[in-house]
């Protein structure tokens, strides 16, 4: 009897060990976890514009393509905005213009003006050398004729004592009747030569005055002529000043030609359309809602780009390489099975990206098996139907061998 038990339980350890074997066999280079999920991209879709919501066009849960209208914005106040903004650059425009003809103008305008002073200037002066020329000539012809009324003053004096000692003679009849009318007849002619000469030294003392008004009107005309010409010297800063003015108006335009940009983009983001396929979710807009800029209106999940994050024990990473082979199941199906490859292993484990990682220099420590993402995608092809959603529990085994 107690051999037959000592069989039996033989056999029973040998069908354990067996059985373990197997299993031992069967999962030999494999490492599998249940703490996985399935990932995808979430795409945000928030208002750059505000305003009210004149439409909405999609419903929660509805696929839409890449580029499909989601949300209207009224567009009164952009367009409005815009129309300003082109008139704005057209005023611009026409000063740039203006202000750009102008410099030609001003730099001829300028150079005409300096040429005319410097040419006045010159006149001027010339003007001047002339009227103290005439001065000069005038006062000669003043010495001159007063040296000749000098003369014939003398000569009309000798001539009236001629006559006063021929009287005499005369009287006695020594000396006939016509030399001594001779003798009247040239005192005569000397006072008139005396009163003669003198009338030119009032004439010649006349030109003198006259030469010095002009000169004096000639030195008046000079200096207006040089502070025009100082005046005129100072185009070059006017013509500079002026080119200036073009720059200033030609940024104005620039400027100007931005907003105009800036308000056609406004206008054109007041219509908020899909940047990706997916599928839209957690739509919090509603027509009517006054929105403002970066306010967050729905979510768009591009289904057809779906990959797993697989939080394997560190214990199971070391013979885990990128490209082994992965089967997935899926519990929401079922275990329906995928196929996948690892494409990568994260840099550091799940704990160090929490938003308070674990201190381990502590005097309290208690070693803990760390966790670290390890991203599958599947192969293409796995999911036409666009089965898979993020967040779905799955199970992922790796084959290490």
Do not use: C
């Amino acid at each position: 009897m107690t051999g037959a038990r000592i069989r039996i339980a033989v056999g029973v350890l040998l069908i354990v060990a067996a059985g373990i074997g197997v299993w031992f066999w069967m999962h030999r280079g494999r490492e599998s976890t249940d703490d996985a999920q399935v990932e995808a991209h979430v795409m945000p879709i928030a208002a750059r514009v505000g305003g009210s919501v004149a439409d909405i066009s999609v419903l929660d849960n509805q696929p839409v393509k890449a580029g499909d209208v989601l949300v209207r914005i009224d567009t009164r106040d952009y367009e409005v905005a815009l129309a300003r903004a082109r008139a704005e650059l057209a005023d611009a425009e026409a000063t740039a213009q203006a202000a750009s003809v102008s410099v030609p103008i001003a730099a001829t305008t300028t150079a005409s003006q300096v040429a005319s002073a410097q040419s006045s200037v010159e006149q001027s002066a010339a003007e001047v050398a002339e009227a103290e020329h005439a001065i000069a000539a005038a006062s000669a012809r003043v010495a001159t004729a007063q040296a000749r009324v000098r003369e014939l003053e003398a000569g009309a004096v000798k001539a009236a004592r001629d006559v006063e000692r021929l009287k005499g003679l005369l009287a006695k009849d020594e000396i006939p009747q016509q030399q001594f009318d001779a003798a009247v007849a040239a005192a005569d002619a000397s006072h008139a030569a005396a009163d003669s000469a003198r009338a030119q030294v009032g004439e010649a003392e006349q030109g003198i005055k006259a030469a010095e008004s002009r000169l004096a009107t000639t030195r008046v005309r000079s200096q207006q002529s040089a502070a025009e010409l100082r005046s005129a010297q100072t185009a070059p800063q006017q013509v500079q000043a002026t080119r200036a003015r073009a720059a200033s108006a030609a940024a104005q335009v620039e400027q100007k030609r931005a907003m105009v940009k800036q308000a056609e983009l406004n206008l054109e983001y007041a219509v908020v359309k899909a940047p990706v396929s997916g599928i839209v979710s957690r739509k919090t807009v509603e027509p009517g809602q006054i929105i403002q800029p970066g306010q967050p209106l729905m979510t768009i999940i591009p289904l057809e780009n779906v990959w797993i994050t697989a939080n394997f024990k560190e214990t199971q990473l070391s013979t885990m390489r990128v490209g082994q082979r992965v089967t997935v199941d899926v519990d929401a199906y079922g275990g329906r099975e995928y196929s996948g490859k690892v494409d990568s292993i994260a840099a550091a484990t799940g704990s160090r990206f929490s938003l308070l990682p674990p201190e381990n220099a502590t005097g309290n420590f208690v070693k803990v098996v760390q966790r670290v993402p390890v991203k599958i995608v599947l192969d293409e092809g796995q999911d036409k139907e666009r089965l898979l959603r993020p967040g779905m529990s799955v199970t992922p085994t790796v084959y290490t061998r």
